[in-house]
């Protein structure tokens, strides 16, 4: 008998029983739907972390200075200068701070930056104009809301040219900043910017805790972050020395990181993410595959008579171990193709709902279909073997 005969064989004895069928599949696609549907949410949230913080700016670098580590706006400029392979940077000072407009009220965030800072963080004026190096240099009382701000102190309606009142003093709104969008639970729209220069007097210091530099490209920021941490050990290794003196322990007065490390660290944490969801997804499958040999075994018994039949005809002991073989992997290559159709829509009405877009992965689909494959042959080579040694005698003599 050959494969095309073993074919016809496995499908007319899989649509006798029908409803048995298909129950047994039911481990199966819903092990294959499972890992295609959570796989493509992970990959699709990560791609779309990833945008985001691509859209907030590129080649970036972020120092986080922290205690007794102290700059102030004047080592920007020389900061850039001694690495060489930065273009330009900008102070971050900031405060929570509840803004009055008009008649509302609303708890946001101030931000403290320099003329570059839009440029540095690719954001973009949707209304109005950003603040300049001579408003910076005169500590104006000027400022640009995010768009999150402007909704809900200004109901997106005017703005321009109306006043702000932050911590008791009047802000005039020069410039109403393109949405951004969020990431990671953080609203980047939810911002105020003003002249670092005015948010030091608003906030009682002169010394800058965050500072963001823009690298010449993306090929030369891991090494200018390396450069930028070899400046400012040097910088505070007598700070820090002091500091172990007094305390008994060591601390890193900075912390140096570039959005390149940051993209590596989301895509490992994803990879993680994806392969444990994947693997929990694929118990479903082995449960199903225990679920396929089971129906065979009582298939086996059932057809034992049959069994016999065939081989008192002439059926090589080959013949009934491909026919049960191919039942076993049709029940499970048909459930994974069931599986693909409804893990693909399941992915996308879950990222629908959760907005979320979802990419489905065309590796995960053939990873997913191979493995239901896989598990059809590893559960149904027993029953297949045990179908195909059956003595012909003892299975005509069956009742």
């Given at each position: 008998m050959n494969v095309f005969e073993s074919f016809r064989v496995a499908v007319g004895a899989l649509m006798t029983n029908k409803l048995r069928s298909v129950l047994t599949m039911l481990g199966v696609i819903i092990g294959v739907a499972a890992v295609i549907g959570l796989v493509s949410l992970a990959q699709g949230a990560t791609a779309q972390i990833e945008t985001q913080l691509t859209s907030l700016g590129s080649n970036l670098i972020m120092v986080n200075t922290q205690g007794f580590a102290r700059l102030v706006a004047q080592d920007i400029p020389s900061l850039v200068e001694r690495v060489g392979t930065l273009t330009m940077g900008s102070p971050i000072v900031g405060q929570q701070v509840t803004a009055k407009a008009r008649n509302s009220t609303y708890d946001t965030r101030f931000e403290g930056v320099s003329h570059q800072y839009m440029e540095i963080r690719n954001y973009a004026i949707l209304r109005g104009r950003f603040f300049g190096e001579e408003d910076v240099a005169s500590r104006r009382k000027v400022a640009v809301v995010g768009y999150t701000v402007f909704r809900e102190l200004f109901n997106e309606q005017g703005a321009i040219g109306e006043t702000i009142n932050l911590k008791g003093q009047t802000f005039t709104v020069i410039g109403i900043a393109a949405s951004k969008g969020s990431s990671m639970g953080q609203d980047y729209d939810d911002r105020i910017f003003i002249p670092y220069s005015t948010a030091q007097r608003l906030a009682g210091t002169r010394y800058v805790s965050n500072v963001v530099f823009k690298a010449e490209s993306a090929d030369v920021a891991s090494a200018a972050a390396g450069h930028l941490t070899r400046i400012l050990e040097e910088k505070f290794r007598a700070a820090s020395r002091l500091f172990e003196r007094r305390t008994g322990r060591q601390m890193s007065p900075f912390n140096v990181f570039s959005q390149d490390e940051l993209l590596t660290t989301v895509s490992e944490i994803s990879s993680i993410q994806t392969a444990l969801l994947a693997g929990i997804a694929g118990v479903s499958l082995l449960v199903g595959g225990i679920g396929i040999?089971?129906?065979?075994?009582?298939?086996?018994?059932?057809?034992?008579?049959?069994?016999?039949?065939?081989?008192?005809?002439?059926?090589?002991?080959?013949?009934?171990?491909?026919?049960?073989?191919?039942?076993?992997?049709?029940?499970?290559?048909?459930?994974?193709?069931?599986?693909?159709?409804?893990?693909?829509?399941?992915?996308?009405?879950?990222?629908?709902?959760?907005?979320?877009?979802?990419?489905?992965?065309?590796?995960?689909?053939?990873?997913?279909?191979?493995?239901?494959?896989?598990?059809?042959?590893?559960?149904?080579?027993?029953?297949?073997?045990?179908?195909?040694?059956?003595?012909?005698?003892?299975?005509?003599?069956?009742?």
């Open positions: 040999m089971n129906i065979m075994l009582v298939s086996v018994t059932e057809r034992t008579r049959e069994i016999g039949i065939r081989k008192a005809v002439g059926a090589k002991r080959r013949d009934i171990l491909a026919q049960f073989l191919v039942e076993a992997v049709m029940l499970s290559g048909m459930g994974g193709l069931i599986g693909i159709v409804l893990g693909g829509w399941l992915g996308k009405f879950i990222g629908r709902f959760g907005n979320i877009s979802v990419s489905v992965s065309p590796l995960a689909v053939i990873v997913a279909f191979t493995f239901a494959c896989s598990v059809g042959v590893f559960f149904g080579i027993y029953p297949a073997i045990k179908a195909s040694n059956l003595d012909p005698i003892v299975a005509l003599r069956y009742e």
